[in-house]
């Protein structure tokens, strides 16, 4: 009998998968509507993730259609937005680079280490010099065949002493570096296994000459020429014939439009204006995945959402009035009314579970009232802290301010919250108050999001974290090879930043985009926001 059922189960799995991969190939085809598709999954008992990871699988097998114009609405642009890579900072210059150029390596949707501009890596066994051979035959937009020379000047323009990058923090510990024909070497001061994830950074997009000449010029190898750019309003792209890499640029134009207001983003997709659109409000993400002709997308991953304070400047100099804050806010809270379910609690420290080395034992810290008045009282400071937010911070953030005004205030400490404008945000609030909103996309490995934000030395230090114990553990655990003794390290280091350092870190978010069901090839990657900021290339008007 046993045997029977077996076969029979098997018939009714195999009949109902027929069914089911039939409607998914009439959806890919443009025949089937896909509400239509997961309603009868549902009824059929498949799981809607089960169902949408079908339905993925079948519209890519249905084959990548060209041309169109492909249109995004995003959040994170600024009238002050420049293409120099350097000054990258938000989502629509962050964006718009991808489309325009490549960097030498890339992270996979699964973590691993992707080839792009170089051919192949070769470490020594030492893991402290690397070399990075350069593909032949790769042409920049402006007609110039790339070198390894052209690397080796980005590298040095993003690592000098003069330099404001964004990449510096990663770019520190180099000890010298050269080009050879067409390979490009890296000698470390101290062994890294990690370089080629650090060197995934967005700021290192491959410039001729390294960008020396015209930083700003926005000339790369990627699959999008410059066709126009207005900072703050709107960046477009054509097509490049000469692209290296047929599995991207599908679209014969792309346009990236500026919305930082949510609901202006949701009516821009909802009337067809746009094809896509990153930071769906989590209150809204339910109703708009019912909503005909869109998908939501929603990924968890390394995001997160925070508050900054800078630990050189009056009064948060004072390392218990950080910790009172730190224990005034309620993330659970937070979590609820703000994530709703798309996200997680944060414990004050910028990695968690979805990192390599991550250790799952440090205790998670709560809201405490009592805790938060005792070291309130403690610091010696008694008046009101003032902190700046906008809705281009991070979706909610006003929200979030005044959750953390009420809840603090319940320990007697008094939150004033200061709404900025979203134009400027970035360029004049972020990185200069001393208290603001900000959210980070995490980065792949600790060591790249620990380099580029709280080592001492680096440009987007945003807390001012300057800790000589932490900078030697920082480089020391680079150079580790034992794995429980770089956990170990690994795990310092985030207490140092959770107890002493100026992050209040609530919450981790969910990457949500919503998609309109004419595009083709959309998949899920936990690396950041619309596909890593690589949608506009990898997917098609379908």
Known sequence: MILAAIINYNREYNKMMKELNYLANQVAQGKCDRRAFLARAVTLGVSSVAANSLLSSSVLAAGVKKGGHLKAGLAGGESTNSLDPASFLGHVPENFGRMWGDTLVEVSRIGEIESRLAESIEPSADAKTWNFRIRKGIEFHNGKTLTAEDVLQTMQRHSGDETKSGALGIMRG???????????????????????????????????NGGFDAPDAGIGTGPYKIAFNEPGIRHGGEKFSNYWDDSRGH??????????????????????????INRVDPKIADLMANAPGISVKSVSGRGHYVFVMHTDTEPFNNNDLRLALKYAIDREEMVDKVLRGYGSVGNDMPVNGAYPLFSDDIEQRTYDPDKAKFHFKKSGYDGPVTLRTANSAFSGAIDSAQLFQQSAAKAGITVDVKREPDDGY?????????????YWSGRPVQDQMYSIAYLSSADWNDTRYNDPKFDKLLFEA?????????????????????????????????FIAAVSDEVGGYEDDPNGELMGGHALSKTWLA
């Not at 792309?254 to 204006?273: F, K, P, Y």
């Not at 970035?426 to 900000?438: G, L, R």
């Open 478 to 510: 680079r150079g580790e090879l034992d794995e429980v003794k770089r956990i170990a390290m690994y795990r310092e280091m985030g207490l140092l930043i959770r107890d002493e350092g100026g992050l209040i870190l609530p919450m981790f978010n969910d």
């Open 251 to 276: 679209a014969d134009q792309i346009e990236l439009i500026v919305l930082n207001d949510a609901t202006a983003r949701t009516a821009a997709l909802q009337s067809g204006q746009v094809h896509m």
């Open 426 to 438: 970035w360029s004049e609030v972020w990185n200069k108050q001393p208290f603001c909103a900000s």
């Open 174 to 208: 180099i000890e010298s570096m050269k080009a050879d024909g067409n390979t490009f070497s890296v000698t470390l001061t101290s062994p890294n296994a990690d370089l080629p994830y650090l060197l995934t950074d967005n700021h290192l997009i491959i410039q001729p």
